[in-house]
């Protein structure tokens, strides 16, 4: 029997308990790491994933990453996951939600990596995945404060591959499009008529349909392990062909 792909491997995923990051927390699991789930609903994380309260908008997350790798003995993959949502032009939203957004999108990546790093600089197979977005490369309706956030992401993933990469640390980003996530269910639940923006949304990606939280999970998790071994610095779109395709819209 073939040992896992990312035996002995250990991970922290922020978000962990929802979505995404719970997609990708089980599945790195599966694949034979360990990992540590950092969130604000510790008590959602399933066994035998390890829930660790955190506020990545606090600078005492510093110290749930420490109590994840006390518990796992060392991180060698960091997948930097949370995130909020926020809707609107320019000019809907006031500096303290631009602030709030930017606290958690983009300061938490930051507050969040700083305090792994001693940790991922004694790994051997040390990597860092960030979630980004295709907001940060195609310009969205109303999502202008979510799109600046998912644009510092991708910049800060560039510039740290850069500054990592000769200390054997790997760091990209995954893009997703529409993910079929809870946020998205509960924009739907407020939208006037949710089927029709349901097709809305199916409509906008090539493929048809939403993007499962599985499909992102599994390029998170590419990206994550040493099959990947060669691959830094790079955002990999999971978006059903919505950033490369321009075909004619479905009749």
Same mark, same amino acid.
């Given at each position: 029997m073939s040992t896992p792909e990312l035996a002995g491997l250990k991970a922290v995923v922020t978000g962990g308990a929802s979505g995404i990051g719970l997609a990708t927390a089980g599945l790195l699991a599966e694949r034979g790491a360990s990992v540590a789930c950092l969130d604000l609903a510790p008590e959602q994380v399933p066994a035998p994933l390890l829930g660790i309260k955190a506020d990545v908008a606090d600078a005492q997350v510093a110290r749930a990453v420490e109590?994840?790798?006390?518990?796992?003995?060392? /991180?060698?993959? &960091?997948?930097?996951? @949370?995130?909020?949502?926020?809707?609107?032009?320019?000019?809907?939203?006031?500096?303290?939600?631009?602030?709030?957004?930017?606290?958690?999108?983009?300061f938490g990546i930051v507050r969040v990596t700083r305090a792994a790093l001693p940790y991922l600089r004694r790994s051997t197979a040390a990597s860092v995945v960030n979630t980004c977005s295709i907001a940060a490369t195609a310009g969205l309706p109303q999502r202008?404060?979510?799109s600046a956030t998912k644009g510092a992401v991708l910049a800060l993933t560039r510039a740290s591959a850069a500054d990592l990469v000769a200390e054997g640390i790997r760091v990209n980003c995954v893009n997703?499009?529409?993910v079929d996530t809870p946020? /998205?269910?509960? &924009?739907?639940?407020? @939208?006037?008529d949710p089927e029709a923006e349901r097709a809305a949304l199916n409509a906008r990606q090539p493929i048809g349909r939403l993007v499962s939280a599985q499909e992102v999970a599994a390029a998170i998790a590419y990206l994550a392990g040493p099959l990947s071994g060669s691959t830094t610095g790079t955002?990999?779109?999971?978006?059903?062909?919505?950033?490369?395709?321009?075909?004619?819209?479905?009749?």
């Open positions: 109590e994840a790798a006390q518990a796992l003995g060392g /991180i060698d993959i &960091l997948v930097n996951n @949370a995130g909020i949502g926020a809707q609107g032009a320019i000019e809907d939203n006031d500096d303290d939600e631009w602030r709030r957004v930017f606290e958690i999108n983009v202008a404060l979510y997703p499009g529409t946020w /998205i269910g509960r &924009l739907l639940e407020r @939208a006037p955002a990999l779109p999971v978006d059903g062909g919505m950033s490369g395709l321009r075909v004619r819209p479905r009749t």
